[in-house]
Structure formats: structure tokens, C-alpha cells
């Protein structure tokens, strides 16, 4: 069965970093495309990032657009996301995405942005 494992989450100062890891498995991780998606207190779930099967193209919400960067190695079934200049505003649940018929999801890793 498919299965997402986010982590990486954490308490970071405004200005820091984290980069959060997805942990695939259950399927072959090469043939697909990647999400993150994140998740704010009173607020709808929203696309952060994009990588295609083979990396060759991401994309990114204008609102973490040249800070964050999402990567993935698929020799460790792995899917990153690197976060620089975290804002409070970037506090949310994080989850990792599969669109495999139908979306699959992790159980999220909370990141929280404050001083």
C-alpha cells in the first residue's frame, strides 16, 4: 500500500530554515510527480510545491516563490522541501503528495514560525 512519511518539523525562528523529508513507498516513486502541500489553522489546504517525475520541472506558490525549494532523489524514494527566510505566516501542517489514481497523503509534520 502506498504510504507518506513527512518529517522534518520543527519550531524555527523568524528568518531560519528547515527542510522537511517525505518518505515514499508502495509504489514506483520514479513514474510520479510530487507535492507539498501545508495546512494553516482555519485555512484550506494549499498547493506549495511541485516536482515532476524526474525533477526536470517544479513549480511553487507565489507566496514561498524563491525561498523554498522542493528536490527528490528517486534512488531513496525520498521528496524534500527546503525552507530559507521562514515566515510566521509559513506556520502549518505540511504534507507530502501522491497523485496515484487518486491523492495520497502523509500524516503531515507540523512547522511552526515564531520568536
Known amino acids: 500500500q502506498v504510504q507518506l512519511v513527512e518529517s522534518g518539523g520543527g519550531l524555527v525562528q523568524p528568518g531560519g530554515s528547515l527542510t522537511l523529508s517525505c518518505a515514499a513507498s508502495?509504489?514506483?516513486?520514479?513514474?510520479?510527480?510530487m507535492n507539498w502541500y501545508r495546512q494553516a489553522p482555519g485555512k484550506e489546504r494549499e498547493l506549495v510545491a511541485f516536482?515532476?517525475?524526474?525533477?526536470?520541472?517544479?513549480s511553487y506558490a507565489d507566496s514561498v516563490k524563491g525561498r523554498f525549494t522542493i528536490s527528490r532523489d528517486n534512488a531513496k524514494n525520498t521528496v524534500y522541501l527546503s525552507m530559507n527566510s521562514l515566515k510566521p505566516e509559513d506556520t502549518a501542517v505540511y504534507y507530502c503528495?501522491?497523485?496515484?489514481?487518486?491523492?495520497?497523503w502523509g500524516q503531515g509534520t507540523q512547522v511552526t514560525v515564531s520568536s
Open positions: 516536482i515532476s517525475s524526474t525533477s526536470a520541472i517544479t
Open positions: 503528495n501522491a497523485r496515484i489514481r487518486t491523492d495520497y
Open positions: 508502495g509504489f514506483t516513486f520514479s513514474w510520479y510527480a
